[in-house]
Every structure is written in structure tokens, then in C-alpha cells.
């Protein structure tokens, strides 16, 4: 958004310089992207008199001129045709930079002759494309300050122009009076009155308005226009002019300039239509399938069905709230107009808008909000000035819907600024901003004006005060401490759990990863996501359509794009969220560890192997003793169908309560995603590990005992399908207090094993230490304990003790 300063001074009565006025605007939210202020670079040019013009001696088109200076008089060579005795010029002295030819001069000798300066033109000081000569100014004395002379007499050329970021939900500082509403609100000035005084119509409208029915209040709120008949369309006045071209905008003709100076003054786009090109009245409807027009930017566009479009009689006029139509468009032939505003939905003029790609300043403003009740007002003020400057005859204002004032306020809490944001504003002050903003307050309540859409609860209110109270001079304090000394921790189990998982795999030497939540269809069958409950409604994209029910895929994936760069040996990890169903209670937190490749790099010992199923085991023993879990853990097989069948397996409590599960990575799944080498894996269900029924910080005392131990070595005859937990298991249950471990020793099964024992059978050898507790074992306590062993083996199993 630029403005320059004369233009907001047309809203604000301020004596505030232009650094002044700079601060204050991104000190409350304007934040100033761009300044021009020629006034700045003009310093250095002062006013001289031509004493005599003389022709080079050398050259044609050049004269030595003698130009009496503050300095005293001077030997200046100039080419200009209107260089002459008699006439008050503008002086650049050597080492003066031009900026309109981007040069710093000094003094130069120009075929033969010395020149102590240079004669300016106005595009050589930049304040125009004028270069037909030299200036000529009609008073000043020599010496004079050129800047102090033009803030005399043509204050428009040093006019600073100020640009402006402006963020989406600040439509009303898209104009010049929002802008200057705002730095009244800070005290920098008071905004002046601007009063719409009613156009009286002399005559009814030729050409009615109508919205369709289907899209009233949806698509278009109210439709306004007015005719105005018998003006004269030539080029705006220079005033008009130069306000325009200072922000960048080329004159064309009156009615055009009209409608872009409100667009920037006020934020209201407006359009003109050539009345004696229209047939019939105008209609807002939605388009059809296939309508085209062609656009006053000399492009025919085909507007999608559905979008806002207005008609007459014969065909499209313009796409609504966008951009005219050609055929209707004003030139210096026009004679009569309608003129119409509108109040538009802020979504479909967006899309419309993105459909078609074009980037007007009318699109700009209407996708982003503007006043809706402004619009009655605008017609009042855009008829008055075509009147004034092209003349012509207004008929009644036509209008098609209404627009229902905002009431909705919301509680206006004085104290809140200091609890939110910790900035002690007077009550008084915090009221007199807010109504200057057009804020209105009543019974504890502040009721936002129509121009700020963005006022949506009670927080911007606080926002609204802080920003032109100045956050940048908030001066921070520290909270207030309700208790004294260590704090108790705030996180929650679950939080912590998450803490110290991320940290532990952190330290065995994994590298973290953080994936999305999502993953593609495929990804989703291999790893039993498919189910329609995990299936997103509006993925963002058709490889993120499904939430993922484990960590694996996003990591295997990393992993596979990391060996398609050249890095084959990995350590990675990710402690997130994972789903099994579409309701809250179907996600939880999983922590995963993924190791590929080799355990370390290559050496001259040839020490190097494969990662393997029993270093995943060891790092997931790992997270879960950190994690505090119960230390005895059963080990089964009972895993998903992406884990090896017969190298990996679960750690978990009893049964059926499984914390964590290891092992390598299904062939197939290794296959798909085109994976070399060794794949092996751990994952831990974080919150399903159990809490510590005692809540005590310190660790368990240590509890070793000064009686000897005892092993003893049992063999069993087993089915070959009988697993080493199932008789491990059984052998810790004969005796929890007394058994300390049971390891297994030895495995003999194949065709010998078989021709020993039988078809079908294999040898299984344990170890297992006892350890007394109160008084040393006698023989007779080993052999007890050794047949419940014995016992509990065989019933579990069905095998038999081998002698």
C-alpha cells in the first residue's frame, strides 16, 4: 500500500514530520517497507542566476554560461536549447550525485573548457521524465535552497512517498483514511471530517440493478449504481494526476482516475460503465459454462461456472468485484455512465480471481473485506467529484439488496491488557483509543466498527490497545511467583515418558527424525492402515492420503532416500504419534529405533558385521529400562506381518500386554522400498508401560546377598515347535523368590537330534541359578526346587526331562 504524505494529511491534521510518521507506523502494525523522500536527496541543489550564455567555441549545441552562485560566479558548460542570460537555474556544484541519471559529478573540461557544475533538468533531479531542457524558475534567490524553494512553491514535487506492508486481516489500512485513522488512535494527529453530503438526483435512472435471488446475502450483499448523464471525459486535473502518479499509477482519463483514487483513499473499488454501451439494465448472477469476455486489460477470459458476474441485457460486463469489461469501458468519447459499488463475498471474488490469474487492485481489495455500510456514501462521493471535474447531471441512486449493521460487541475488560500482556494503560487512555479506532462502547461492551472485519473476541481488543499503545517500548517483567523454591514438574506422565524416550535412543548413537503423520496408500497396506477410518477425507496431496498406524513407513522411507544418496550404514529414530482408528482414543505414542547397513565402518581388521536382530534387542532393553518398565519380560512371537517371521519378537508383560517389539524387517517390505543390506528394528508403546506404584525419585537400594548361589543345569526333550521362552518361563515360575535367572545354554535339534530322540524332537539345555535369601541351601532345598522346576517345565510343554 503507498500514500504519499500530502495525501494522508488530507485525513490527518498533523504537524508530524515524514521520520516521525515512519516510527509510528511500524510501531503500530504498518510496517513501512519502502520510503522515497526526495526532499532528502534535493539538499544539495541550490538556486543560481545566469549572468551570460555564450557559444562553445568547439561545439554547436553547447554554451559557456556564467552563473552567479552562492559561491560566487561560475564557468558552467550546458547543452540545454533554452540555456540562456536572465534566467534562475538549478545548480548541482562537483560532487553533487544526480539522481535522476544515477551520477555523482565533479568538475569536468568539455572539449577544452573547464565546467564547475551543471545546469539541472527536472528528470535529472528526478522529479519528472521532463528533459527537454534546463529549469526555469520564475523567482528565488541565488543561493537558495531548491527544496526550500519547491515546499513554497510546488510542495507536490518533494512529496515522500511511504510503503506500506499490509497483513490480510487489515483490509481498512488497504486506505489512505484507515491509515490516518490509526495514527490519530496514537495520538499523532486528529482525523479530520470527510462528511458525505447527499448528491440530489434530478432525474430517474435509465438502467436498473438486480441481484439474483440465489445469490443475495451468499455471493453479493447490496448492489448499488447511479447514472449520470451529459459530462465531459478528458484528462483528469494535474492534482489528481500527480497523486496517482506518486504511487505508481498512470493517469488515464478522468472517470478511470476517479475510480482508482477512491480504490486507494478509501479502500472501495468502484467501476464506470459507458451507459450508451449497455443494453438493458445490469444483473449480478453466477455464471454458466462457457461465458467469456473480454477484460479491459485486452484479454478475453472464460470465467469458471458458478463465479459472480454481472450482465445486461445483451451479454457480460464485467467479471464482479474483478475487473470491467471492454466493451462497456469509458473513453473520451463517453458522454454517460453508471456508477456502481458493490459489497461482494470475500471468498468467491478469491477464487475467481486465482482461476482466472488476474491481479487487479480492485480483486485485491474485495477478496480481503471492505465496509460494507461505505457504500452508499461512496456513490454520494464519487458522484460529487465526476461532477466537479467532468460536470453532468446524477440521477437517483438504484439498489438491489441491503446490508444489516454488525451489533455483535464484545466484553471490553480494562484489567485484561495487564494480565495479557503486562502493559499498565490507563482505563481512560484504553477507552480513547478504542473510540478513536470507531470503536463503540457501552455498558461494558466495545462494539467494532463495520470496516474492521478482524475484530472477532475479546483478545483483539487487547491487541488493538497494546499496538497503539507502542510494544515496542513494553518494558518486560517477570511473573509473579506464587510459590517459593523448586517447582514441581508441570509435564505429564505421558510427556515425561516422551522426554526421557527421546533422549535415551538419542544416546545410543541414533540420528532423530520427524516425518509427517501421513503416508500414501501403499505404504498404508504393507503396514495395516488401509481401514477406511484412516483414510483422510482431504489429503493434501495422493502420497499423504492415509494416517499412519506405525513409525516404520516414514522411517524406512527417510532410509531409502538417505541410501539412493550414497549413505548406506544408518542409525535413525522417531518418538511420535501413531493410529489405529479415527477416534482420539486410537492414537498413541510410539517411540521407534531403525538401524541399517553395518554396525561401525569399514577397518583393517576386518571387525565389521551386519547390524542384527540381538543389537535392536539391546537398544529396545534399553529404552525400556529408562522408561522405568518392569525388568522380567516375556519374549513371544506374536508380531505384526511387516516383521520378520522367524527373527524378531515381542517384549512384553505376561501374555498378552506387549511394550515393545523388535526383530528384522520383513524381506518384502525391504523389497518394496528398494532397501540393501541388514534392516532391523525396535518399536515401544510409551504409554502402555506401566507406572511405579511407588512414586519415590530415588532408586530401589541395592540388594546383595552374602549367601553362595547355586546353578544347576537342566536338558528337556521337546517338540521342535516348542519355543525357548515358553520353557524359560515356566522355569522362573517354579520359584520367583529363589530363582534369579534362567538362561538358555544349548539347543540340539536336526536329523542326529532327531535319530537320538525321535521324529519330530530336540534338546533344550538351561541354566538356572538360585540364590538363598535368609540361610545357605542344604541338598535337600536344591533338589525340591529342582523337581518344581522339573514340573512346571514339563506341564507347560509337554516334554520330558533328559537323563
Known amino acids: 500500500m503507498k500514500f504519499t504524505i500530502s495525501w494522508l494529511k488530507e485525513h490527518l491534521d498533523t504537524e508530524a514530520t515524514v521520520e516521525q510518521i515512519i516510527d509510528v507506523l511500524s510501531d503500530i502494525g504498518l510496517e513501512v517497507e519502502k520510503v522515497n523522500n526526495p526532499y532528502d536527496r534535493l539538499l544539495a541543489f541550490t538556486i543560481g542566476h545566469v549572468l551570460k550564455a555564450e557559444q562553445h567555441p568547439n561545439a554547436d549545441k553547447l554554451r559557456v554560461c556564467t552563473v552567479d552562485t552562492n559561491d560566487g560566479e561560475k564557468q558552467i558548460i550546458c547543452g540545454a536549447p533554452n540555456a540562456r542570460a536572465g534566467i534562475k537555474v538549478v545548480i548541482a556544484k562537483p560532487g553533487s550525485y544526480i539522481p535522476g541519471i544515477d551520477t555523482t559529478i565533479g568538475v569536468g573540461n568539455i572539449r577544452g573548457i573547464e565546467s564547475a557544475g551543471m545546469l539541472c533538468s527536472e528528470r535529472e533531479m528526478g522529479l519528472s521524465d521532463e528533459h527537454d531542457g534546463i529549469i526555469e524558475l520564475p523567482s528565488g534567490k541565488v543561493g537558495q535552497s531548491f527544496v526550500d524553494w519547491l515546499t513554497v512553491y510546488e510542495p507536490e514535487k518533494i512529496d515522500a512517498v511511504i510503503e506500506i506492508g499490509i497483513t490480510p486481516n487489515r483490509p481498512d489500512a488497504l ?139 445483451k451479454g457480460l460486463v464485467s467479471i464482479a468485484g474483478i475487473m470491467g469489461g471492454l ?337 528384522e524387517i520383513h524381506p518384502r517390505i525391504i523389497k518394496k522400498l528398494g532397501l540393501k543390506g541388514a534392516v532391523v528394528a525396535f518399536t515401544i508403546l510409551v504409554e502402555f508401560i506401566p507406572e511405579r506404584r511407588s512414586k519415590a525419585t530415588t532408586r530401589d537400594a541395592l540388594k546383595i546377598s552374602d549367601l553362595q548361589g547355586v546353578e544347576r543345569d537342566f536338558a528337556f526333550i521337546l517338540n521342535n515347535e516348542i519355543e525357548s521362552h515358553i520353557v524359560v518361563s515356566a522355569a522362573r515360575s517354579a520359584d520367583k523368590e529363589l530363582i534369579e535367572t534362567v538362561n538358555v545354554f544349548d539347543e540340539f535339534k536336526g536329523p542326529q537330534a532327531e535319530a537320538q530322540f525321535g521324529k519330530g524332537k530336540k534338546s533344550l539345555a538351561i541354566s538356572v541359578k538360585l540364590q538363598p535369601k535368609e540361610v545357605t541351601f542344604k541338598d535337600v532345598d536344591i533338589e525340591a526346587i529342582s523337581l518344581k522346576i522339573i514340573a512346571g517345565v514339563i506341564a507347560s510343554t509337554g516334554g520330558e526331562l533328559r537323563r
Open 175 to 313: 486506505g489512505v483514511r484507515g491509515i490516518a485513522r490509526d495514527l490519530a488512535a496514537r495520538g499523532l494527529g486528529s482525523l479530520k471530517e470527510k462528511p458525505a453530503n447527499k448528491v440530489i438526483g434530478k432525474f430517474k435512472s435509465n438502467i436498473n440493478v438486480a441481484i439474483d435471488t440465489e445469490i443475495k446475502n451468499s455471493g453479493c450483499r447490496v448492489f448499488m449504481g447511479r447514472y449520470i448523464r451529459n459530462l465531459r471525459n478528458g484528462p483528469s486535473p494535474k492534482w489528481l494526476q500527480d497523486r496517482l502518479l506518486a504511487i505508481g499509477l498512470r493517469p488515464i482519463s478522468s472517470l478511470v482516475d476517479i475510480t482508482n483514487f477512491f480504490t486507494f483513499d478509501r479502500n472501495r473499488p468502484l467501476h464506470v460503465f459507458d451507459a450508451d454501451k449497455l443494453v438493458g439494465s445490469l444483473k449480478i448472477h453466477k455464471s454458466t459454462k462457457g461465458q467469456s469476455m473480454m477484460a479491459l486489460d485486452d484479454k478475453e477470459y472464460e470465467l469458471p461456472e458458478g463465479s459472480l458476474a454481472i450482465s445486461d441485457s
Open 327 to 663: 466493451g462497456s469501458g469509458c473513453t473520451e468519447a463517453t458522454v454517460n455512465v453508471f456508477l456502481e459499488a458493490a459489497v461482494w463475498d470475500t471468498v468467491q471474488i478469491a477464487i475467481t480471481g486465482r482461476i482466472l490469474k488476474i491481479n487487479s487492485d480492485a480483486r485485491y481489495r474485495n477478496e480481503r473485506g471492505i465496509d460494507p455500510e461505505f457504500n452508499e456514501e461512496a456513490i454520494e462521493l464519487a458522484t460529487k467529484m465526476i461532477i466537479d471535474i467532468c460536470g453532468g447531471e446524477p440521477s437517483d441512486i438504484v439498489s438491489d439488496g441491503k446490508i444489516e449493521p454488525v451489533l455483535k460487541g464484545y466484553k471490553f475488560d480494562r484489567n485484561m491488557i495487564k494480565s495479557v500482556v503486562g502493559m499498565d494503560v490507563p482505563t481512560s487512555k484504553q477507552e480513547d483509543i478504542l473510540e478513536k479506532l470507531g470503536f463503540r462502547l457501552d455498558n461494558g461492551y466495545a462494539y467494532p466498527p463495520s470496516w474492521r472485519p478482524d475484530i472477532t473476541g475479546e483478545i483483539d481488543l487487547v491487541e488493538e490497545i497494546a499496538r497503539i499503545s507502542s510494544l515496542t517500548k513494553l518494558v518486560s517483567s517477570p511473573l509473579a511467583r506464587l510459590h517459593f523454591g523448586v517447582q514441581k514438574s508441570i509435564l505429564t506422565a505421558k510427556q515425561n515418558k516422551e522426554r526421557i524416550a527421546r533422549r535415551e535412543i538419542a544416546s545410543l548413537g541414533y540420528n532423530e527424525c520427524v516425518t509427517y503423520t501421513f503416508i500414501d496408500r501403499s505404504n498404508a497396506v504393507l503396514f495395516g492402515g488401509v481401514d477406511a477410518e484412516l483414510r483422510l477425507e482431504n489429503p493434501i496431496s495422493q502420497e499423504l492420503s492415509h494416517m499412519r498406524p506405525d513409525l516404520l513407513p516414514g522411517l524406512l522411507m527417510a532410509a531409502s532416500r538417505n541410501q539412493a544418496r550414497g549413505f548406506m550404514d544408518l542409525r535413525l529414530f522417531e518418538v511420535g504419534a501413531v493410529f489405529n482408528s479415527g477416534e482420539p482414543e486410537g492414537q498413541y505414542l510410539q517411540a521407534t529405533g531403525l538401524l541399517v547397513g553395518h554396525v561401525d565402518s569399514r577397518n583393517p581388521h576386518n571387525t565389521r558385521r551386519l547390524v542384527d536382530i540381538f543389537d535392536v534387542k539391546s537398544d529396545a532393553e534399553a529404552v525400556l529400562f529408562a522408561l522405568k518398565s518392569p525388568s522380567k519380560l516375556n519374549v513371544h512371537r506374536d508380531v505384526s506381518e511387516w516383521w520378520h517371521p522367524g527373527r524378531s519378537g515381542c517384549l512384553a508383560l505376561g501374555a498378552k500386554k506387549t511394550l515393545g517389539t523388535f526383530g
